[in-house]
């Protein structure tokens, strides 16, 4: 990696679970432990929409995600890190993940253009162009400060055609070499990533390029874009086996709680997802119960908490009834209340996860989940 060797990382399997292939571990960062399997909410502009940082540490949030393409634009990496990098500038003193830019290669596929050497995108803020080299999204990264950085890739959609699946394993494998190449820093872990679509013959040839490159951790892109839930978990019994073992595993993008419980039942130990914090925008809440869709008239006049097995403050303090009257009149104090439940909810989902695989009984929780509650969409 450059000219600087890896330093204050280091990744411990604590347990496995036995008829699973479910793990948990301790990945130490500099700036704090994270217990695996960890979910890491998603604040893509340097915020975790509503909810503020004291709170997510509250909620035992460990580790949070921002974006490489979105900080670029705004405020830009320079300005970051005049600032005192990501950490200080957010407010935000735990360990941070940054995604390179690779995902909007796919979201943003209708304003930008791509080939063997860049990405250049067109900003849909106000029509600048921005290029991202392999090299560019280390160096801004770097800039960022954030303690896990990833390699540019490119996240083809799941029914892009095999030659384009195949095109998009080779360019993210070369990538992957030219971003180990620049990177500087000793004190971030740089993570490759596997594509290859639901293909198992292209995930092997993903993982045959990038193995090599001794990355710290691995990371599964290119899945939750489109391929049924099936199909994911099939891509998923293939592909994580090609992954070290002593190395975090990440599932970029996947956040789903039963897709969560299946990808970590099958040994994956990293999660972000921005659906919690959506979902919350949209009136819709994950309950030990279910889904609860609180716009909902039948909630008119519940005086019961959202979910009575939760201690956060939107249960502890006010009423399904009051939630609702929160969205219809259309204040921002709703949305704010269901992103710190729904946040709540998923990290008591990997603190149960984690009790599950250290006490031989995840097979058991991903049972009691499917017969339990749905999880909607």
């Known amino acids: 990696m450059g000219d600087r060797e890896l330093r204050e990382f280091g990744f411990e399997l604590e347990a496995r679970e036995g008829e699973t292939s479910g793990r948990a571990g301790r990945w130490v960062t500099p700036h704090g432990v994270v217990e695996t399997p960890a979910f890491m909410p998603v604040g893509t502009r340097a915020s975790v929409k509503g909810v503020q940082p004291e709170e997510l540490r509250r909620l035992g949030a460990q580790m949070v995600l921002a974006n490489t393409y979105h900080l670029a634009l705004r405020p830009g990496a320079e300005v970051i890190a005049d600032l005192g990098g990501l950490h200080s500038f957010m407010g935000w003193d735990g360990p941070i993940l940054t995604d390179s830019g690779g995902f909007q290669v796919f979201s943003l596929a209708d304003c930008r253009d791509i080939d063997d050497e860049r990405v250049v995108f067109r900003s849909h803020i106000d029509g600048s162009l921005l290029e991202l080299t392999p090299e560019r999204t280390v160096e801004i990264q770097e800039q960022l400060g954030a303690d896990c950085i990833m390699c ?28 180990r190449d620049a990177q500087r820093r000793g004190d971030q872990a740089l993570f490759g990533i596997l594509q290859g679509g639901t293909d198992a013959s292209l995930r092997e040839r ?32 293939f592909t994580v086996p090609m992954l070290p073992e002593d190395r975090p595993r990440y599932l970029m993008g996947v956040g789903r709680p039963i897709d969560i419980i299946e990808a970590v039942s099958r040994g994956v130990d990293l999660f972000d997802c921005v659906m919690p914090t959506r979902h919350a925008r949209n009136a819709t809440a994950f309950t030990s119960g279910g ?31 009051y939630l609702r009257h929160l969205f219809v009149c259309g204040e921002m104090l709703g949305p704010i209340l269901l992103s710190v439940h729904n946040l709540a909810y998923y990290q008591r989902l990997m603190r149960d996860l984690r009790a599950a695989v250290k006490s031989n009984g995840l097979r058991e929780f991903r049972l009691g989940h499917l017969a339990g509650s749905g999880d909607g969409p």
């Open 291 to 321: 889904v609860v869709k609180i716009r909902n008239a039948r909630y008119q006049r519940d005086d019961a908490p959202l979910d009575s097995g939760c201690d956060c403050a939107a249960c502890g303090r006010f009423s399904r009834a």
């Open 206 to 237: 993903s993982a045959e390029g990038l193995l090599p490159l001794d990355f710290p951790g691995y990371a599964i892109g290119g899945l939750s874009v489109g391929e049924s839930p099936e199909l994911m978990y099939r891509t998923l019994d």
């Open 152 to 179: 540019l890739d490119e996240c083809p959609p799941h029914d892009a055609p095999a030659e384009a699946l195949r095109a998009a394993v080779d360019r993210t494998t070369k990538w992957a070499a030219r971003c």
